[in-house]
């Protein structure tokens, strides 16, 4: 019960700042993926995470990232890593390294995490300890949506993330922010609920074609469908409303593929 209470708290305390899509967007992959749940997986989750909405943990890793040290997640001696990982890299392929380690180089591989969660929980849940529980089962709802996140990708040819200046019609900012920040929730009016309802419109052959492989293909499949949009370098003037006419339809997509394969993982880990 403390540590549930620290964790309460520091929803309140700690910056609201986003780190992969914004709130309505990662609120939005929730709502989509709860949509998509089986009888028994509702049930479970519904008790496991103290009669809350799998959406109301879908910003869990950006509000209370001291956590992430406290689970042994830091590399020793190498403070940076702290962060939660929710970036991957994919090679020439875009194909994903199906570990967390390259050689000596520690990765930080959000593909991997979500598959050892995962795992973890399929095995264990009923046994876990309840704090330990809800936090592996928020991260997850967070990284799957992070993977999708066109700047949270490190591509073969740019492992920057989009971490460098643009000018964003008569605005200088970090072409990063341009997804990390809402973009496509801040384009129109619409709460996290009217997203989910707009984009989740695959038949369910659509979704079992989506879904299909495991979470190092849906990496890989990811990373295909954002690297086009990845093609603007530092300095580069863009045109706002060029910009959303050509890439939110596949922000859209992106987003679409997270809530059904959120909803995958979930499902998976309560069969």
């Not at 403390?2 to 520091?10: S, W």
């Not at 090679?91 to 995490?113: A, H, V």
Request: hydrophobic share 40%; aromatic share 12%; proline share 4%.
């Amino acid at each position: 019960m403390k540590r549930l209470l620290l964790i309460v708290v520091a929803f309140v305390l700690v910056s609201t700042t986003a780190y992969g899509w914004g709130r309505r967007e990662h609120a939005a992959v929730a709502k989509i993926a709860e949509n998509h749940l089986t009888p028994k997986a509702k049930a479970l989750l519904h008790r496991y995470m103290h009669r809350r909405s799998i959406v109301y943990y879908s910003c869990y890793a950006d509000d209370y990232q001291p956590l992430y040290i406290d689970l042994g997640w830091e590399p020793s001696n190498y403070r940076r890593m702290a962060m939660f990982p929710h970036t991957y890299c994919v090679d020439e392929n875009c194909r994903p390294p199906r570990s967390n380690r390259d050689g000596d180089k520690y990765i930080k591989n959000c593909l991997y995490y979500i598959d050892a969660w995962s795992k973890e929980l399929r095995e264990n849940h009923a046994k876990m300890n309840d704090s330990v529980r809800l936090t592996h089962l928020a991260l997850i709802v967070h990284a799957v949506g992070d993977m999708h996140c066109p700047v949270h990708i490190r591509l073969h040819n740019d492992t920057s993330l989009g971490v460098y200046k643009i000018k964003y019609g008569n605005k200088q900012m970090d072409f990063h922010r341009l997804w990390d920040a809402g973009l496509v929730g801040a384009v129109s009016p619409w709460s996290y609920t009217d997203l989910a309802e707009v984009f989740d419109i695959s038949t369910k052959e659509e979704i079992a074609e989506i879904c299909k492989g495991d979470v190092y293909d849906w990496g890989e499949d990811a990373a295909r469908t954002a690297t086009p949009l990845r093609h603007y370098k530092a300095g580069d003037v863009i045109d706002p409303v060029k910009f959303k006419h050509e890439n939110l339809a596949t922000g859209e997509l992106l987003i679409r593929k997270a809530g059904y394969r959120l909803a995958k993982v979930l499902n998976g880990i309560f069969e």
